[in-house]
């Protein structure tokens, strides 16, 4: 092939026609050679069986489901543990495929993982490119499970305890992932309710320690304040008129106690002596003279009788315990006594009042120091009341969780959750998987194919040969004036402008003299 040389559609199929033997042998030749090699690989089995996932019969918005995994991830896992050794090691000594033991087990083991794959199987409803939530199998309602050996009877026997392996497994962990969840969340929410209970208490603790303190007393103190000082008030002005109808009184008492007095001289002890006697000597002279029922017999006696209990009287004041005032009393006017009434109930309403003051005094003190005392009070009763409902949320929301896990774990117990079935059991399959001799023979005629077109550019480009004129234009980079035919037995061919053209032989070369001008 010449070089700077640009090549045409037309160019391609002169070169594809020239060289089409070299082509056309490799493309028949590969095909029998892959067909015959396909027979050089012992034939391998494949077993399939299709497993059904049935969405759980509980409606979701109910009760949620146990395991959330997508499908794919649930699928791969469950994979992996049923191809565990502690797994195969039973279905190997079932099935009786390593008599002897030992070695054998474990290269068993390597090539029954090694034939095993699980492929999902796509619904029709399936939206391509759809994201698929966690726990929604409605795009990959199944799976298959793909099982290759040498015998065809044991790939199915060995696929059918995989497949039966797979189901158990997925059951007994979905179980043992309700179960050991509802355990959890029990220890869990004990925890909560000790933590509750120990909230609820300090909580308690605080109320009765500052009762009547808290925030929502702070209205309330603020209202019985000023109800208190209109109280102190109007305690102050009763106490204030009771002092001073005292003193009035008192003055009044005294003015009336010393006109008593003054009016009362004649009855000190020794005029009521003096009287004494003289009623005696004027009872012993009307005695000489008349008898004792006369009138003033009669008279003078009652006389020295009233006289007498005077000063009976006044000698038991004068050995008495009272005080003067009470001593005087004895004989005083009513009037005297109900003033000295007046000032003892005056007395006992001013010690009253003052002990109504000093109470409302204390009380406004105590409920000041309330009002004081609530914005620390507060700043702390906030911080428990705080903690205290993160506590009763967290409390609550294990407890809607632990009730939500004990729904999970009955469904899951009476088998009403996600399910997987065998719908189709393991095939027994007719033909075997590896080799397949038409891949083969399909892969040779692609080989063949390939080398051909390898083997003609390869040949092409090392063929300097000139077949044309934009052959001798490339190779000489010079202009063509004139060219030669060859002359021949080839017949001339008429152009449409009538001029002749000779046509060279096919394969032939062409002579030409380039003259430079």
């Not at 959330?68 to 000594?93: F, G, H, W, Y």
């Not at 009035?248 to 003096?274: C, D, I, V």
């Not at 007498?308 to 009470?326: H, I, P, W």
């Not at 088998?415 to 065998?422: A, I, K, Y």
């Amino acid at each position: 092939m010449i070089e700077n040389r640009e090549l045409t559609v037309d160019d391609y199929l002169v070169i594809l026609r020239r060289r089409m033997k070299l082509i056309l042998v490799p493309m028949v030749l590969a095909p029998i050679a892959g067909f015959l090699v396909s027979y050089a690989f012992p034939p391998k089995y494949t077993s399939t069986a299709l497993v059904q996932v049935e969405e759980q019969q509980v409606p979701g918005e109910y009760v949620k489901p146990v395991v959330t995994e997508d499908l794919a991830q649930r699928v791969a896992t469950l994979q992996q543990q049923v191809l565990s050794r502690n797994k195969l090691q039973p279905m190997i000594d079932r099935l009786d495929l390593a008599p002897h033991g030992g070695k054998e087990v474990d290269d068993l083991i390597d090539r029954i993982s090694q034939g095993v794959s699980v492929q999902l199987v796509q619904s029709a409803s399936a939206t391509p490119g759809k994201p698929k939530k966690p726990g929604d199998t409605s795009q990959a309602p199944g799976f298959n499970v793909n099982f290759t050996w040498d015998s065809p009877k044991m790939a199915q026997r060995i696929c059918t305890e995989i497949t039966s392996m797979i189901t158990l497994e997925n059951l007994r962990s979905r179980s043992d992932v309700a179960n050991s969840t509802t355990d959890f969340l029990t220890r869990s929410l004990d925890a909560a309710k000790r933590d509750l209970n120990d909230q609820d208490s300090k909580l308690a603790d605080f109320k009765r320690l500052h009762m009547g303190q808290l925030p929502g007393d702070e209205d309330n103190n603020m209202k019985i304040l000023v109800g208190l000082n209109s109280q102190l008030d109007a305690n102050t002005q009763t106490l204030n008129r009771a002092e001073q109808d005292k003193s009035y009184t008192e003055s009044m008492l005294a003015q009336q106690l010393a006109a008593w007095r003054s009016s009362q001289n004649s009855t000190n002890p020794q005029t009521l002596q003096q009287q004494m006697a003289a009623l005696q000597a004027q009872l012993m002279a009307l005695q000489a003279r008349y008898t004792d029922d006369y009138p003033d017999v009669i008279k003078t006696k009652s006389d020295i009788v009233h006289v007498q209990r005077q000063l009976n009287e006044m000698d038991k004041a004068s050995s008495g315990s009272t005080d003067t005032a009470e001593k005087a009393g004895i004989s005083e006017t009513p009037e005297l006594q109900q003033l000295r009434t007046q000032i003892h109930q005056y007395g006992g309403a001013i010690t009253q009042a003052t002990r109504d003051q000093k109470r409302l005094q204390d009380s406004i003190q105590n409920y000041q120091s309330r009002v004081n005392l609530s914005p620390a009070i507060e700043a702390d009763y906030k911080q428990l009341t705080r903690d205290y409902d993160t506590a009763q949320k967290f409390y609550d929301d294990l407890l809607a969780k632990k009730s939500q896990s004990e729904m999970q774990t009955d469904m899951e117990r009476r088998q009403q959750g996600e399910q997987m079935n065998v719908l189709n059991a393991a095939s027994l399959p007719d033909s075997p998987s590896f080799p397949v001799r038409w891949m083969f023979a399909a892969g040779g005629l692609g080989g063949g194919l390939g080398l051909g077109l390898v083997m003609v550019l390869w040949l092409e480009l090392r063929d300097k040969a000139i077949r044309n004129e934009q052959d001798v234009i490339a190779a000489l980079d010079l202009p063509m004036l004139v060219s030669v035919p060859w002359i021949g037995n080839d017949a001339a061919d008429r152009t449409s402008d009538g001029r002749l053209h000779l046509r060279p032989r096919n394969g032939s070369r062409v002579n030409k003299q380039i003259v430079e001008v």
